[in-house]
């Protein structure tokens, strides 16, 4: 998986992240994935886990968390709808045995969630299939992310990406902090990026005028679907919207490097700017007062920078009122 599209297309890698927005059932997350794919993300992001790798029985949202579990079948099918869809499938593992459930289906990459940025043997089993590996760093100091980072590159994690991330849910808007993307480019040199927590994708087209590489968002067929993650979801016709915007604006930022030379309104100059014109008729050997001038466009044979060599020269001929003053109708 290509982290660093965004210097090849002027657009970000879009993920897709439908999570556990499909709540146990394997035809709802097949959905998605086309859905996905067809509103023009580039990768879809499962979370692979068993509920007791995330919390104890007793609390409030084990049961709802326990819905979103999926079995080794469930996660080669869903590998192969990706594929059939043409988009990248890959996932976050909540455990070693999730990260072996996602080898076995080859999933491309993986990512790690803020929570285990900081679970030393979760970033082993990953970094050690050698992918690429996007790591969230929701709640986490720059020492710890360093840490992370340190540790996923010694211990042969693939290329490396790192998103921003609020573990708030929802986040609000002054939460966001979008120029911290900046600060862990400079100071990481990784591609650097986004998941969203944010209703809707107005923070994802924020993210992508900042210069993020990655955009994650979490997508669901309903944002009304009561439960999970589906409120501060994009659903397709948002995420189409966010791709489509996104395509537009990155059209308006191309490169300036050559602008100069290629400028495309530059065929217009002749007919926007100005020309030299005479504002009344003109009499031979009449002398040039700026009474005699008019400055407007189409731009002619004399144009304003013209006008102190026009000024106090006699006229070798007559001029019509709005003709065009050229060299030879001055006298020497």
Not at 113 to 118: G, Q
Not at 126 to 137: D, E, F, Q, W, Y
Request: hydrophobic share 45%.
């Amino acid at each position: 998986m290509d982290l660093r599209t965004r210097q090849r297309t002027g657009l970000p890698l879009l993920v897709a992240e439908v999570g556990f927005n499909h709540e146990g059932d394997r035809e709802t997350a097949a959905a998605l994935i086309h859905a996905a794919a067809q509103a023009g993300a580039q990768a879809v992001k499962f979370q692979t886990f068993r509920a007791d790798d995330l919390a104890l029985p007793q609390a409030p949202h084990f049961e709802l968390i326990r819905q979103g579990e999926m079995s080794r079948e469930d996660v080669r099918f869903l590998a192969d709808q990706a594929r059939e869809a043409g988009i990248a499938f890959f996932s976050t593992p909540f455990s070693v045995q999730a990260v072996e459930m996602l080898e076995e289906a080859d999933a491309p990459a993986y990512k790690i969630a803020s929570m285990d940025l900081a679970t030393p043997y979760l970033l082993d089993a990953v970094a050690a299939t050698g992918k690429p590996v996007i790591l969230s760093t929701g709640m986490a100091t720059l020492p710890e992310i360093a840490a992370a980072v340190e540790r996923l590159r010694r211990q042969g994690a693939g290329d490396l990406g790192l998103l921003h991330c609020l573990s708030l849910y929802p986040a609000r808007a002054e939460d966001c902090h979008l120029q911290v993307m900046a600060l862990l480019r400079r100071e990481f040199g990784l591609p650097t990026g986004w998941s969203d927590h944010f209703p809707g994708v107005g923070a994802c087209l924020a993210a992508f005028g900042a210069g993020a590489e990655i955009i994650e968002t979490h997508f669901t067929l309903d944002v009304a679907t009561p439960g999970g993650d589906h409120a501060h979801s994009a659903d397709p016709a948002m995420l189409r919207g966010l791709v489509e915007t996104m395509a537009l604006h990155a059209a308006m930022l191309a490169p300036a490097e050559d602008f100069f030379d290629r400028r495309p309104d530059r065929e217009f100059a002749p007919l926007y700017r100005r020309g030299l014109y005479a504002a009344r008729d003109l009499a031979p050997g009449q002398t040039l007062t700026m009474a005699d001038l008019r400055f407007c466009r189409p731009q002619s044979a004399m144009t304003p920078e013209d006008l102190n060599a026009a000024l106090g020269r006699k006229l070798a001929r007559a001029v019509p009122a709005m003709t065009a003053l050229t060299p030879e109708d001055l006298a020497e």
